[in-house]
């Protein structure tokens, strides 16, 4: 698939595709400033494509593991080669979304000044899910689901403190944001857990219950309300406020015995945030 050179082009492009993959970060990231918006899409865009590898319901684990592997190794040499990520994916173009497909693209849209640590932190996570598919996704313990949540999501958190600081000297706690990150993982463990069974898959430590996952994901989740209490932009406040929102609400319905919140409930939480922050 040809890189495209249009920026008005891939900007639309971009916005699109998110709109498509993330009704979570959709809302809070068009919301954001110009640059920042940029930023943070596209970081999302670039963990989203190698997240759509690891998750792949067809691909093998060895092609799983060479594509992230590949990937990673790509994304840290410098100057950045989008045509040597085109040429990997190409005989998977069949198989791969157009989310994956177009990583160089979602790179390209980052502004330039911040683009080294999106590129960072996607090569660590590609590698990271390449560990984690080799390993069967086999977790035994709290701290083997610590590491495999701190790659998959606890790194974004890292990467959105990287990005805060970029945008207006924004100094966040990056320990707060892993667990921003984690607790937002969890969220999605505890409304997923069954669909996973479904599939040979639990990401439930051996010997933890329900509740136990519950407990972790409510630790994660206070650590969270903390990163946030600490940010002053209000562009980044909302950012982070409007996930974590249904993060505690989705919280909430499941300990209420339903799978996820209604859409009417959503709206209105996203709509209660953004009039409590702007």
Known sequence: MSERNNVHEVHNDAIDILKETSRTFFIPISLLS????????????????????????????????????????????????????????????????????????????????????????????????????????NIKTEEDLDQYTYTV??????????????????????????????????????????????RGVSFFPEGWTLDDMFEYARRNLDLADRYVKDLKTDTIVNFCQIPLALAHGTMKALTDGREKMTRNEVNDMVSKVITKTS
């Open 34 to 137: 110009p640059g920042l918006k940029e930023s943070v899409a596209s970081a999302y865009l670039c963990m989203r494509a190698i997240d759509e590898i690891e998750d792949h319901p067809q691909l093998e684990p060895q092609v799983k593991r060479n594509l992230l592997y590949s990937t990673s190794e790509i994304l840290k040499t410098k100057p950045f080669d989008g045509q040597a990520l085109h040429t990997i994916y190409a005989p998977y173009q069949q198989s791969l979304p157009e989310v994956t497909l177009r990583l160089s693209d979602w790179i390209s849209y980052c502004p330039e000044e911040i683009r080294n640590e999106v590129l960072n932190s996607t090569s660590i996570m590609a590698e990271g899910m390449g560990d984690w598919v080799k390993k069967d996704w």
């Open 153 to 198: 999501a606890g790194l974004v958190g890292v990467m959105l403190t990287d990005i805060w600081k970029w945008y207006d000297q924004t100094k966040a706690n990056k320990d707060l944001g892993i667990g921003f990150g984690r607790g937002l993982q969890a969220v999605n463990i505890l409304r997923n857990y069954k669909e996973d069974e479904e």
